[in-house]
């Protein structure tokens, strides 16, 4: 699951070719998320390469130098670019060390230059956003070359800002036995409208009619670009030279040009809110008895209303004191980044207050608050958070709070190599120490699920853990990530002498979600529970993504609760083949109760009450056999959704009643990119109505929240957090454009001629709205 690559380091980006000859890169990183860089001890192949984690604020790469030697020499570059200062823990030769040095000095000079290029220029006066043609693009000459270059299927012509800041310029490619650019400046007049300066000038009322007349002058040989992809603020290209080969990183200087509006966008009611000097708002509690959201970030947890986050209710600051980040930076832990206390644990508890837990410069400590009288108090009753929050804060991990029990699956130690699912505050109970059990999991998210309520087999509630790991039971060279679910049962206690305080119920299956055309299983990030009823009608909804970045598709995926406890209690187990030292399927006898099954009707009969009372030679038996053979399959065995060019974060589905009785879950998607994408699926046609930009291109969607009761959604990135309704009918303002979107929220009322939300007509006027969610059929829409 790694492909072989050429790597260059120009500036603070490293660029990934296929061989040492091209000059154009396949894949760049952006050094600007740098958090640390790792060595991985693990064996390869090769046995004289040397393998190293770099740690991103978005995720980790797993990389392969050729030998230890390089690896220093990697870290070497790659720490004095970033900080700035050559590192003194490396061991290196002196004349690495002088390289080195002239690295930073040319790295402080691009950083200068690079400052100076940014200097304000004039303005450059434009109309409103909503004016501006889609083809328009932030970006100098030479960097809109560089564009229509790279992206020729999506037109061939831009606009842009003049180079003296003043004016506009539309930049055009023709392919003439190559690629050809022209370059036409337009001028705005004074009186309004707008000049193309060609030989014989074209005037234009509007920047659109600048855009149709060259296509009509062109007799449509000119496209306006667009590009759905967001683009690059700075375009970067290298050069090499034909002589010594050296490469060189190009980057043209931007001017001060206009930024795209900040979203939610006009007409969606939405709000942004952001505290200076705080990040990472990524973790969030829904307190909808009390009307607020409780948002945890780094060192800080807010109060915020419920209808509109901008307004601040409450505020507490959790601090991690100077002689812990000390000892956090003096184990090797970046100061600025790592050692500081970002909020990872946020649950509501029985009487009304909330558990708290923070990574705390690598200390997890935990402690009760509350909400009261308009203020956030922190009880200072710190204790332990060990296997119940991360040490490390760019480390998955996920938490459910039942019935006054914490439930947790972190890893449960410094160097994170302890992963644990656990039960602590009253039963402490976890999982075995065995990568049989838990092999590099990356968790996702847990949830409860009540299925011991009117349950006709007496069964227990379970607790749902949704995860990634390396997959043992495939026999490979390189390590296979696979997606997985466990459950193990709320009123598990362990064994008596076997599986003492361990589950006696953790059970894992293979969680598919495939993908066609695509031969590596496809990975989980996050995941939604919707029940409709009870507990029987149950989905979980999950967006995957490849897991190597040569692939550009996500995808969603649905699974029945039933389906899944199907194979937990149907399936063959998977056995270590001890012959051949691989995981196959198991044939033997299999003990009675069934390993791995909750406390039911079928158990009290063999006098079994609790787990205590379950025998040796089945808790030996899911001890060693924890994994099922039988994968889990999604519901429609196939996707709800696959998607290229997105790169999915985070899920949540609304359930909503459209026009005509019928109900619909409506998926919000969280992208890598900052947007949410608004899903629904009609007969098995996935729509999506909408993409809502909510943070910059570079800010992923870390966190979603929903909340029907009030009707918003809520969502959390590294620099903010930010606010939308599920339904913002309003912004329709035709009756093609309320019926095309096929939006079950929405219906265009021919009564008030407008775009309304179907939750507030009387069902006596529903004869006068229009909605066509199958087809789109706008046949009833009012004569243009």
Not at 8 to 37: I, M, P, Q, R, W
Not at 103 to 112: A, D, I, N, P, Y
Not at 143 to 149: D, K, M, N, P, R
Not at 562 to 580: C, L, W
């Amino acid at each position: 699951v790694s492909r072989r690559l050429w790597t260059c380091l120009c500036g603070n980006t490293l660029y990934f070719f296929n061989n040492a000859k091209d000059t154009h890169y396949v894949e760049k990183l952006d050094l600007s998320g740098f958090v640390s860089l790792i060595d991985d001890c693990s064996r390869d192949r090769n046995l004289e390469a040397a393998r190293m984690n770099l740690r991103m604020k978005d995720g980790e790469i797993k990389l392969t130098a050729p030998n230890l030697e390089a690896r220093e020499l990697w870290k070497g570059f790659l720490y004095s670019v970033v900080d700035l200062t050559v590192p003194t823990t490396l061991t290196l030769l002196p004349g690495q060390l002088h390289m080195l040095k002239e690295v930073v000095e040319k790295e402080r000079q691009r950083r200068r230059a690079r400052s100076l290029s940014r200097a304000p220029s004039s303005p450059l006066s434009l109309p409103l956003v909503g004016e501006i043609p889609a083809c328009f693009r932030p970006v100098s000459r030479i960097e809109a070359e560089v564009l229509l270059e790279r992206h020729p299927d999506c037109g061939n012509m831009l606009l842009r800002p003049g180079r003296d800041g003043t004016s506009l310029a539309v930049t055009t490619r023709q392919d003439l036995n190559g690629s050809v650019f022209r370059h036409y400046r337009v001028t705005q007049k004074p009186q309004g409208g707008y000049i193309i300066d060609v030989e014989n000038p074209i005037p234009c009322p509007t920047l659109h009619d600048v855009i149709n007349a060259l296509v009509e002058k062109t007799a449509g040989t000119l496209q306006p670009f667009l590009l759905e992809e967001p683009y690059e603020e700075n375009i970067t290209y290298i050069s090499s030279n034909d002589e010594n080969g050296e490469r060189t990183l190009h980057c043209a200087p931007t001017g001060t040009f206009p930024r795209r509006p900040s979203l939610p966008p006009k007409g969606y009611g939405g709000h942004v809110f952001q505290e200076e000097g705080v990040w990472n708002y990524s973790t969030m509690l829904l307190r909808e008895d009390m009307g607020v959201l409780i948002l945890g970030a780094r060192e800080t947890i807010f109060a915020l209303d419920l209808n509109n986050i901008t307004h601040k209710k409450a505020m507490v600051k959790w601090e991690v004191i100077s002689d812990m980040q000390d000892t956090c930076s003096k184990k090797g832990k970046k100061k600025e980044t790592e050692c500081q206390n970002y909020i990872r644990i946020l649950h509501k508890m029985p009487d009304g207050r909330m558990y708290v837990c923070g990574t705390n410069a690598f200390n997890p400590t935990c402690d009760y608050m509350s909400y009261t009288d308009g203020n956030l108090v922190l009880e200072n009753n710190q204790h332990e958070g060990k296997g119940r929050c991360p040490f490390d804060p760019f480390q998955r991990s996920t938490s459910e709070f039942v019935d006054g029990e914490l439930y947790s699956a972190t890893s449960g130690n410094f160097l994170g190599s302890d992963p644990v699912m656990m039960r602590s505050l009253n039963e402490s109970i976890r999982t075995e120490f065995s990568r049989s059990w838990l092999s590099e999991p990356r968790f996702i998210g847990m949830k409860h699920v009540a299925e011991g309520k009117d349950n006709p087999e007496g069964d227990d509630d379970k607790i749902y853990l949704f995860f990634s790991e390396a997959a043992l039971e495939y026999n490979s060279y390189k390590k296979l990530d696979v997606s997985r679910v466990a459950r193990v049962c709320k009123g598990d206690l362990g064994g008596a002498r076997t599986l003492q305080r361990k589950w006696t119920s953790f059970l894992k299956a293979r969680l598919d979600c495939p993908v066609p055309e695509t031969k590596l299983p496809f990975l989980i990030q996050d995941v939604f529970l919707l029940c409709p009823g009870n507990w029987s009608t149950c989905v979980f909804y999950g967006v995957f993504s490849p897991q190597t970045d040569m692939l550009q598709y996500s995808a969603v995926c649905a699974y029945r609760i039933q389906d899944i406890r199907e194979v937990f209690s149907r399936s063959n187990y998977k056995t270590m083949d001890a012959s051949n030292s691989q995981w196959v399927t198991y044939n033997g006898d299999v003990p009675q109760p069934r390993p791995g099954a909750c406390i039911n009707n079928a158990t009290r009969q063999q006098n079994i009450f609790k787990s205590l009372d379950v025998p040796d030679k089945t808790l030996q038996f899911v001890k060693e056999k924890p994994l099922m053979d039988q994968a889990v399959e999604p519901s429609s065995k196939q996707p709800l959704l696959v998607k290229k060019g997105a790169t999915f974060t985070s899920i949540v589905v609304a359930s909503t009643t459209a026009l005509d009785g019928s109900i619909h879950q409506v998926m919000f998607i969280g992208t890598a990119s900052g947007s949410v994408l608004k899903a629904v699926n009609y007969n098995g046609e996935m729509v999506i109505s909408e993409e809502v930009q909510l943070f910059a291109h570079s800010e992923p969607v870390k966190i979603l929240r929903l909340s029907s009761t009030v009707g918003q959604l809520y969502a959390g990135s590294e620099v903010a957090a930010a606010q939308m309704p599920l339904s913002a009918c309003g912004h329709y303002t035709s009756c093609m454009d309320c019926v095309l979107a096929r939006d079950p929220y929405c219906g265009w009322d021919l009564t008030s001629n407008g775009c309304v939300a179907i939750s507030t007509t009387h069902p006596n006027t529903h004869s006068e709205v229009v909605q066509s969610l199958r087809d789109g059929n706008t046949s009833r829409c009012p004569a243009v």
